[in-house]
Protein backbone atom coordinates (compact mmCIF):
# COMPACT_ATOMS: atom_id res chain seq x y z
CA UNK A 1 0.00 0.00 0.00
CA UNK A 2 1.63 3.69 -0.78
CA UNK A 3 1.86 5.20 2.30
CA UNK A 4 3.46 8.18 3.99
CA UNK A 5 4.33 6.71 7.67
CA UNK A 6 5.54 9.23 10.45
CA UNK A 7 6.79 7.90 13.80
CA UNK A 8 5.91 8.52 16.54
CA UNK A 9 2.73 9.91 16.12
CA UNK A 10 2.47 11.23 20.11
CA UNK A 11 5.20 13.06 21.83
CA UNK A 12 5.78 14.79 25.19
CA UNK A 13 9.07 16.03 26.20
CA UNK A 14 11.38 18.98 27.57
CA UNK A 15 12.50 21.82 27.06
CA UNK A 16 15.89 21.38 25.48
CA UNK A 17 16.00 17.38 25.01
CA UNK A 18 16.79 17.06 20.94
CA UNK A 19 14.35 14.77 19.69
CA UNK A 20 13.66 13.38 15.67
CA UNK A 21 10.25 12.51 14.36
CA UNK A 22 10.87 9.91 11.39
CA UNK A 23 9.22 10.11 8.27
CA UNK A 24 9.31 7.46 5.53
CA UNK A 25 7.83 6.97 2.13
CA UNK A 26 7.27 3.85 -0.02
CA UNK A 27 6.03 5.93 -3.57
CA UNK A 28 9.98 6.24 -4.81
CA UNK A 29 8.99 10.23 -4.99
CA UNK A 30 12.11 13.08 -5.18
CA UNK A 31 9.83 15.51 -3.51
CA UNK A 32 9.17 15.30 0.43
CA UNK A 33 8.12 18.40 2.92
CA UNK A 34 7.44 18.82 6.61
CA UNK A 35 4.59 20.89 7.71
CA UNK A 36 3.41 22.23 10.97
CA UNK A 37 -0.41 22.85 11.41
CA UNK A 38 -1.68 25.14 14.11
CA UNK A 39 -5.00 26.91 14.61
CA UNK A 40 -6.09 29.57 13.01
CA UNK A 41 -2.81 29.29 10.83
CA UNK A 42 -2.96 25.96 8.29
CA UNK A 43 -0.35 24.16 7.68
CA UNK A 44 2.94 26.08 7.21
CA UNK A 45 5.95 24.50 5.05
CA UNK A 46 8.56 23.84 7.52
CA UNK A 47 11.63 22.28 4.97
CA UNK A 48 11.36 20.66 2.23
CA UNK A 49 13.61 18.15 0.13
CA UNK A 50 13.53 18.40 -3.82
CA UNK A 51 15.77 14.83 -4.07
CA UNK A 52 18.67 12.72 -1.91
CA UNK A 53 20.85 15.51 -0.25
CA UNK A 54 18.68 18.27 -1.43
CA UNK A 55 17.45 20.31 1.83
CA UNK A 56 16.18 23.80 1.86
CA UNK A 57 14.30 25.95 4.08
CA UNK A 58 10.32 26.75 4.13
CA UNK A 59 8.49 29.24 5.53
CA UNK A 60 8.62 28.82 9.05
CA UNK A 61 12.31 26.36 9.70
CA UNK A 62 14.07 28.15 12.59
CA UNK A 63 14.30 25.63 15.58
CA UNK A 64 14.37 22.58 12.94
CA UNK A 65 16.70 20.61 10.54
CA UNK A 66 16.65 17.91 8.09
CA UNK A 67 18.48 15.48 6.24
CA UNK A 68 17.72 13.35 2.93
CA UNK A 69 20.37 10.66 3.51
CA UNK A 70 18.16 8.53 1.29
CA UNK A 71 14.97 8.91 -1.27
CA UNK A 72 12.61 7.39 1.00
CA UNK A 73 13.36 8.72 4.59
CA UNK A 74 12.93 12.66 5.56
CA UNK A 75 13.53 12.96 9.60
CA UNK A 76 12.83 16.45 10.66
CA UNK A 77 15.03 17.21 14.18
CA UNK A 78 14.50 19.34 16.56
CA UNK A 79 17.94 20.22 17.91
CA UNK A 80 16.53 21.96 21.43
CA UNK A 81 12.77 22.04 21.56
CA UNK A 82 11.04 24.98 22.95
CA UNK A 83 7.50 25.24 24.00
CA UNK A 84 6.57 27.50 20.94
CA UNK A 85 7.53 24.11 18.61
CA UNK A 86 4.13 22.58 20.31
CA UNK A 87 2.41 22.10 17.27
CA UNK A 88 1.29 19.21 14.94
CA UNK A 89 3.53 18.03 12.38
CA UNK A 90 2.82 16.42 8.84
CA UNK A 91 5.45 15.39 6.52
CA UNK A 92 4.25 14.87 3.07
CA UNK A 93 5.40 13.46 -0.48
CA UNK A 94 4.62 13.98 -3.98
CA UNK A 95 6.14 12.91 -7.51
CA UNK A 96 8.16 16.15 -8.06
CA UNK A 97 7.88 19.67 -6.44
CA UNK A 98 4.94 20.96 -8.46
CA UNK A 99 3.03 17.78 -8.28
CA UNK A 100 -0.83 18.89 -6.84
CA UNK A 101 -1.18 15.32 -5.26
CA UNK A 102 0.42 15.87 -2.12
CA UNK A 103 0.75 12.89 0.19
CA UNK A 104 0.63 13.47 4.06
CA UNK A 105 1.63 10.85 6.56
CA UNK A 106 -0.83 10.94 9.76
CA UNK A 107 0.52 13.45 11.86
CA UNK A 108 2.66 13.75 14.74
CA UNK A 109 1.31 15.64 17.88
CA UNK A 110 4.27 17.05 19.29
CA UNK A 111 3.77 19.14 23.11
CA UNK A 112 6.88 20.76 24.59
CA UNK A 113 6.73 21.40 28.37
CA UNK B 1 4.34 36.38 0.90
CA UNK B 2 0.88 35.04 -0.66
CA UNK B 3 -2.01 34.76 1.73
CA UNK B 4 -5.18 32.81 1.80
CA UNK B 5 -8.27 33.69 3.58
CA UNK B 6 -11.11 30.63 4.29
CA UNK B 7 -14.42 31.88 5.60
CA UNK B 8 -16.31 30.87 7.25
CA UNK B 9 -13.45 29.65 10.08
CA UNK B 10 -15.99 26.62 11.40
CA UNK B 11 -19.46 25.65 10.08
CA UNK B 12 -22.24 23.32 12.34
CA UNK B 13 -24.52 22.10 9.82
CA UNK B 14 -27.49 19.88 10.19
CA UNK B 15 -26.81 15.89 8.30
CA UNK B 16 -28.31 17.00 4.33
CA UNK B 17 -27.77 20.74 3.91
CA UNK B 18 -25.80 21.83 1.53
CA UNK B 19 -22.24 23.82 2.19
CA UNK B 20 -20.42 26.93 0.68
CA UNK B 21 -16.74 27.60 1.83
CA UNK B 22 -14.83 30.02 -0.21
CA UNK B 23 -11.09 31.12 -0.40
CA UNK B 24 -9.47 34.39 -1.25
CA UNK B 25 -6.14 35.17 -1.99
CA UNK B 26 -3.40 38.47 -1.98
CA UNK B 27 -2.49 37.43 -5.40
CA UNK B 28 -3.08 36.12 -8.89
CA UNK B 29 -3.03 32.15 -8.58
CA UNK B 30 -2.11 29.63 -11.95
CA UNK B 31 -3.93 26.50 -9.89
CA UNK B 32 -6.87 26.57 -6.76
CA UNK B 33 -6.62 22.76 -4.97
CA UNK B 34 -9.08 22.01 -2.45
CA UNK B 35 -8.00 19.57 0.49
CA UNK B 36 -9.54 17.74 3.02
CA UNK B 37 -8.31 16.92 6.64
CA UNK B 38 -10.16 13.85 8.07
CA UNK B 39 -10.03 13.75 12.27
CA UNK B 40 -7.05 12.23 13.22
CA UNK B 41 -5.51 12.14 9.33
CA UNK B 42 -3.08 14.13 6.97
CA UNK B 43 -4.98 16.57 4.33
CA UNK B 44 -5.88 14.57 1.20
CA UNK B 45 -6.60 16.28 -2.19
CA UNK B 46 -10.19 16.54 -3.20
CA UNK B 47 -10.09 18.55 -6.44
CA UNK B 48 -7.71 20.34 -8.09
CA UNK B 49 -8.36 23.57 -11.07
CA UNK B 50 -6.25 25.06 -13.23
CA UNK B 51 -8.43 27.53 -15.35
CA UNK B 52 -10.19 30.81 -14.21
CA UNK B 53 -14.03 30.06 -13.98
CA UNK B 54 -13.14 26.36 -14.22
CA UNK B 55 -16.02 24.34 -12.69
CA UNK B 56 -14.84 21.03 -11.22
CA UNK B 57 -16.99 18.37 -9.24
CA UNK B 58 -15.87 15.46 -7.45
CA UNK B 59 -19.00 13.39 -6.60
CA UNK B 60 -21.31 15.74 -3.92
CA UNK B 61 -18.51 18.46 -4.25
CA UNK B 62 -18.10 20.77 -6.44
CA UNK B 63 -15.37 23.42 -6.62
CA UNK B 64 -14.47 26.49 -8.91
CA UNK B 65 -12.02 28.72 -9.95
CA UNK B 66 -12.74 32.57 -9.57
CA UNK B 67 -13.00 34.82 -12.93
CA UNK B 68 -10.23 37.23 -10.79
CA UNK B 69 -7.88 34.09 -9.88
CA UNK B 70 -8.18 35.55 -6.74
CA UNK B 71 -10.71 33.25 -5.18
CA UNK B 72 -12.16 29.97 -5.61
CA UNK B 73 -15.36 28.22 -3.96
CA UNK B 74 -16.35 24.77 -2.59
CA UNK B 75 -19.60 23.52 -2.22
CA UNK B 76 -20.90 20.09 -0.76
CA UNK B 77 -24.28 19.24 -1.52
CA UNK B 78 -26.11 17.16 1.15
CA UNK B 79 -23.82 16.64 3.75
CA UNK B 80 -23.40 13.58 5.37
CA UNK B 81 -21.66 12.73 8.26
CA UNK B 82 -18.11 11.96 7.23
CA UNK B 83 -17.72 15.33 5.75
CA UNK B 84 -16.89 16.15 9.01
CA UNK B 85 -13.12 17.26 8.71
CA UNK B 86 -11.13 20.37 7.73
CA UNK B 87 -11.17 21.98 4.42
CA UNK B 88 -8.12 23.43 3.12
CA UNK B 89 -7.71 25.33 0.18
CA UNK B 90 -3.92 25.47 -1.51
CA UNK B 91 -2.37 26.92 -4.19
CA UNK B 92 0.88 25.35 -5.69
CA UNK B 93 1.79 27.97 -8.62
CA UNK B 94 5.29 28.35 -7.32
CA UNK B 95 5.03 26.25 -3.70
CA UNK B 96 2.34 24.76 -2.19
CA UNK B 97 0.73 26.98 0.56
CA UNK B 98 -2.65 26.26 2.41
CA UNK B 99 -5.34 28.37 3.15
CA UNK B 100 -6.19 28.54 6.96
CA UNK B 101 -8.43 26.07 6.94
CA UNK B 102 -12.82 25.77 7.52
CA UNK B 103 -13.60 23.39 10.29
CA UNK B 104 -16.59 21.17 9.69
CA UNK B 105 -18.76 19.67 11.42
CA UNK B 106 -22.26 17.89 10.66
CA UNK B 107 -24.72 16.39 12.74
CA UNK B 108 -27.10 13.55 12.40
Known amino acids: EAQVTQNPRYLITVTGKKLTVTCSQN?????MSWYRQDPGLGLRQIYY???????DKGDVPEGYKVSRKEKRNFPLILESPSPNQTSLYFC????????????FGPGTRLTVL | GQQLNQSPQSMFIQEGEDVSMNCTSS?????WLWYKQDPGEGPVLLIA?????ELTSNGRLTAQFGITRKDSFLNISASIPSDVGIYFC????????FGTGTRLQVFP
Open chain 1, 92 to 103: ASSRWRGDDTQY
Open chain 1, 27 to 31: MNHEY
Open chain 1, 49 to 55: SMNVEVT
Open chain 2, 27 to 31: SIFNT
Open chain 2, 49 to 53: LYKAG
Open chain 2, 90 to 97: ADNTDKLI
